[in-house]
Each structure stands twice: as C-alpha cells, then as structure tokens.
C-alpha cells in the first residue's frame, strides 16, 4: 500500500511545534499535533480497519489514542487502544483492549489495565489475559490472570524498581491455578523474588491443596538456570 504524509512543523527557542502530522496508507491513518519542549503537550492517534495498509506483516483492526502533557523531562502519558481480530506472524488476538496513565522516566504514577482474548500464542489457544500494573516505581502492584481450557491461574505481585541498578525486588503474594483434572491448588505463603539484568532468585513458592504440597525454588545467574520441584503427600490413587 501506498503511503501518503503532510507534516507542518516549527522549531523554535527549543520548542518543536507540531501544527500537523498527518501519514495516511488506503484508509489506515496516523495524526499527531501539539508541542515538544521543556513543556509537552502532544496528541496522537492511529486508526487502522486494515493493519496491513501500515504493515504488511499484520491484519486486523487497531485503534490507540493517546497525548503527553507536563514537563518534557518526565510527561504524563495517557494511552487508550481497542484492536479486534490481530494477526503477526502466526500470533492471533481475537479481542484487545487497554488502557495507560504512566509518568515517564520517573514512573511516580504507574496505572496499566490490558485484555485480550480468543489468543493463539505459540500454537496454544489462550482464552483470555488480563494484566494490570498500579502504584509507582517505588511501590507497585502487578496482577495477571490467564485463562486456557486447561489452565486458569491468578497471579499478583509487589515490590521496587531500582532505576540506578535496574533491578526489581518484590514478593510473590498469590499464584493460584485451577485445572480440571488437579483442582485448585493454592499459594501458601508469599514468596521473595529479585530480578537484575543478569541475575533471577525466587524464594521457595509453595501451593497447597488439602495435605499436599508443590514446591518450587529458582534461579538464574547469567544466563544459566537451576530449579528444585518438590512434592510431599500426593494422593496417586
């Protein structure tokens, strides 16, 4: 597909103004407008019925809407995206939606809900994800919950992002699953984790159901891993 673009841009005194900013291909198009700066204050959208007509890659339907405003060292964004029946390379999404206020740079204010359902991911079908993130670099919450005809597991976890040693460092507090065949098993005690760029620990994560018990402990240091599954009073009958 042919693309077609018309921008209006003025640079002065360190402040960019975006008049216009306009890329269209078919009938898939980007827009943005607004200022860049030691102050920002920028829109932007893209609205795709046909994702191809931007990348011949993909297929499917994307809308995203989103603006930075406040300081340009550390801008507010606020994100809002809708997609229906996406595609790349393989990779399906029946259903997608999202939203995102974060502070940039600094992330003093972490707000993230993402869905999808009716996924392909890998070759297995996935019924449905929903991933959320909330609080700031210093203390936030992530919950994920995922959801497959033989798997449905409930994840949440808190802690610290470091910035200066890029690492995170948190607890495990839930990672329920349920399956058809082995019931519901349950986190019984929360569980340490630490993560670097080169190195991963995670405390002993124990489930529970009824007496017996599934224990896992992990580790990863460049790039090398060691694990220890463990299971006491399981009922074989």
Known sequence: YPF????????????LEVKR???????????????VGDEVAL???????????????????????GELNGKGSSPNMKMKLDGKSLAYEGQEIGTLKGNAKLQLF????????????????????????NLSAKGEAA??????HLKTTEI?????????????????????????????????????NASALNISHDQLTLAPLCWQQKEAQLCLDAQQHQGAWQAT?????FNLS
Do not use: C, M
Not at 168 to 181: I, L, R, Y
């Open 4 to 15: 077609q673009a018309q921008a209006q841009l003025q640079l002065a005194q360190g402040q």
């Open 21 to 35: 900013f306009d890329l269209t291909s078919a009938k898939s198009r980007i827009e943005a407008h607004g200022k």
């Open 43 to 65: 829109q932007w959208q893209l609205h795709s019925p046909q994702l191809e007509q931007l990348y011949p890659a993909a297929s499917g339907v994307l809308n995203i809407e």
């Open 106 to 129: 600094t992330w003093q204010q972490i707000a993230v809900d993402l869905q999808a359902k009716a996924l392909q991911l890998g070759g297995e079908k996935v019924d449905e994800i």
């Open 139 to 144: 203390q936030h919450q992530l919950q994920l």
């Open 152 to 188: 449905d597991t409930q994840w949440q976890l808190n802690g610290n992002f470091d910035s200066v040693k890029q690492s995170w460092h948190g607890q495990v507090d839930k990672a329920n699953f349920k399956n058809p065949d082995f019931g519901l098993w349950q986190l019984s």
């Open 229 to 233: 599954l463990r299971g006491d009073a």
